[in-house]
């Protein structure tokens, strides 16, 4: 089965979401000031005319947010299109305490820019 383009999902959602290009701009600002990315007419354009692609996956991610659909859907791949919420599982409070315990070797500075990918990562989701 052939892998579906970025153009054909993006272009698939907006419809099942009776969503224009506008109303995506207008939902993604408060996300691309917290992530720091630069959403602008025109690229959204070339991304729904399929003329580009984001070259930046944090664009992809952004979108897929706003979208409310999985990163990998948005991207082409055959999976589920359905946005999935991280869940706990037995090993959380182990790892909780081990990174607790890492987290307080660190210096303020490395904990500082620890915490700053963490919040990254976790915007990602």
Not at 87 to 100: A, C, L, N, S, V
Not at 103 to 117: G, I, S
């Amino acid at each position: 089965m052939a892998k579906a383009t970025f153009a054909e999902r993006l272009n698939e959602v907006m419809g099942m979401r009776n969503i224009t290009q506008s109303i995506i701009l207008e939902m993604a600002k408060p996300l691309c000031e917290r992530d720091h990315i630069k959403l602008s007419k025109s690229k959204l354009s070339n991304y729904v005319s399929g003329r580009a692609r984001p070259k930046d996956n944090g664009i992809v991610d952004l979108l897929a947010e706003v979208l409310d659909v999985s990163t990998p859907w948005l991207d082409g791949y055959d999976v589920p299109m359905k946005r999935e919420a991280p869940i706990g599982d037995d090993d959380t409070d182990e790892r909780m305490k081990e990174m607790t315990d890492l987290y307080r070797r660190l210096t303020p500075f490395e904990q500082k820019r620890v915490l700053a990918e963490i919040r990254k990562k976790a915007s990602e989701l």
